[in-house]
Each structure stands twice: as structure tokens, then as C-alpha cells.
């Protein structure tokens, strides 16, 4: 069964230090991998995808399919980066939905 | 503005009670679902669509239930609600199933008492 496990609920780092959010999953076959990011206040939204092979507001992630894993992570860490994250990937049989992990909260100290 | 629009955005609830959390999408997007979110196990499908007339149940329906009577609308039933339903319901969106960017609401807290 298709399963994503984000292992850390909180995560406190202080700004400039180096964050990274842990994602590890199981899947049958060639997984397409996401991040989302919820902004207090904000709805959730799509931060990045590991097809398209970019960085987003200084983030990265990088599909490691012999670790099953998608860390997303940021050398410098911002204020504004605090928000509560969310890897996802596709469920599997039924086509077109995505399984998300429990979140990361992860907040940035001045 | 386009985007995904649900009502309402926050209720109390009476254990018992009927309940349908409304949205609706004018971005004429195919495939709509309904996640509940929860601190610590994060965001969990309760029912999808992936066209219009057609339904299907995600990892936690009981005591769910869905219509997609056309593209943009997606009601949430609970038919008699129960304290374990306290939860923030998010409803998505997105235009293709095997690709493409999930776009959500913002969210309905809802507290059964």
C-alpha cells in the first residue's frame, strides 16, 4: 500500500540555519512525489514537485528512490518560511489521488 | 477570482445533527476531494470524484457521504454527527487526474459537541 511518513510533527530551527523537513514512502513503482505548504492563514498550496526539478522560495527536494525519501530542504532557513508541510504522492489504485503524510510544523526563530 | 469556495468556514454542531459542508470550483476541474485534517495524522481522504456523476470513497467515508451533480459542486454530508468528527475539512480540486497541481479551499472547522 502506498504509505508517506513525515517522522518529525515539530521542527524549530533558528534563521540562516540550514532545515530539512524528512519524508520517506512506499510505493509500487515510479512514485511522483510533492510538497505542499500551509501558511498560517493561507490555504494549502503546492510548493514543489519532484518531476519538475526546481527550487521554490530556496527550497529543494531531491527523489532518493534507493532510500525511498524526499527530504525537502533549504540551506538558509527564513522567518517566513514557518508553516506546516506536507508531502504527498499518489495513491495508487485509484487513480488521480494523492496521500499526504501527518506534517511537519516547522517553525523559524529570530 | 477563480479558486475553490466552501461554506461554512467555521460551525458547531450538536452531536446527532445533519450537517453538509458546501463547495464549490469555477475552474471547471475535472476531479474534486474532500480531506480532513488532523494534528498529528495529517491530511486524510474521505471521499473523491473524478467527473462529474461519478463518486468514490477515499480512506475514511464512514459516516460521509458525497454527490457530484455537476462540475462545480461537491457537498459534504455528515447525516447524524458524531465528536469524532471535529476536525478541519479541506475541499481540492484539480484538472487532470495523473497530473497536476491539487488546489484547495480554505478549510471548515467544524466542532461536534
Known amino acids: 500500500a502506498q504509505r508517506v511518513t513525515q517522522p518529525e510533527k515539530l521542527l524549530s530551527v533558528f534563521k540562516g540555519a540550514p532545515v530539512e523537513l524528512k519524508c520517506n514512502y512506499s510505493?509500487?513503482?515510479?512514485?511522483?512525489l510533492f510538497w505542499y505548504v500551509q501558511y498560517s492563514r493561507q490555504r494549502l498550496q503546492l510548493l514543489l514537485r519532484?518531476?519538475s526539478r526546481e527550487s521554490i522560495k530556496g527550497f529543494t527536494a531531491d527523489l532518493n528512490k534507493g532510500e525511498t525519501s524526499f527530504h525537502l530542504k533549504k540551506p538558509f532557513a527564513q522567518e517566513e518560511d514557518s508553516a506546516m508541510y506536507y508531502c504527498?504522492?499518489?495513491?495508487?489504485?485509484?487513480?488521480?489521488?494523492?496521500?499526504f503524510g501527518q506534517g511537519t510544523i516547522l517553525t523559524v526563530h529570530p | 477570482i477563480a479558486g475553490i469556495t466552501q461554506a461554512p468556514t467555521s460551525q458547531i454542531l450538536a452531536a446527532g445533527r445533519r450537517m453538509t459542508l458546501r463547495c464549490t470550483q469555477d475552474?471547471?476541474?475535472?476531479?474534486m476531494y474532500w480531506y480532513r485534517q488532523d494534528l498529528g495524522l495529517g491530511l486524510r481522504l474521505i471521499h473523491y470524484s473524478n467527473t462529474a456523476g461519478t463518486t468514490g470513497k477515499g480512506e475514511v467515508p464512514d459516516g460521509y457521504s458525497v454527490s457530484r451533480a455537476n462540475t462545480d459542486d461537491f457537498p459534504l454530508t455528515l447525516a447524524s454527527a458524531v465528536p469524532s468528527q471535529t476536525s478541519v475539512y479541506f475541499c481540492a480540486s484539480r484538472w487532470t487526474l495523473n497530473t497536476g497541481e491539487l488546489f484547495f479551499g480554505e478549510g471548515s472547522r467544524l466542532t461536534v459537541l
Open positions: 519532484h518531476i
Open positions: 475552474m471547471r476541474h475535472n476531479a
Open positions: 504527498a504522492l499518489p495513491g495508487g489504485t485509484s487513480y488521480g489521488k494523492l496521500t
Open positions: 510505493y509500487s513503482g515510479s512514485p511522483e
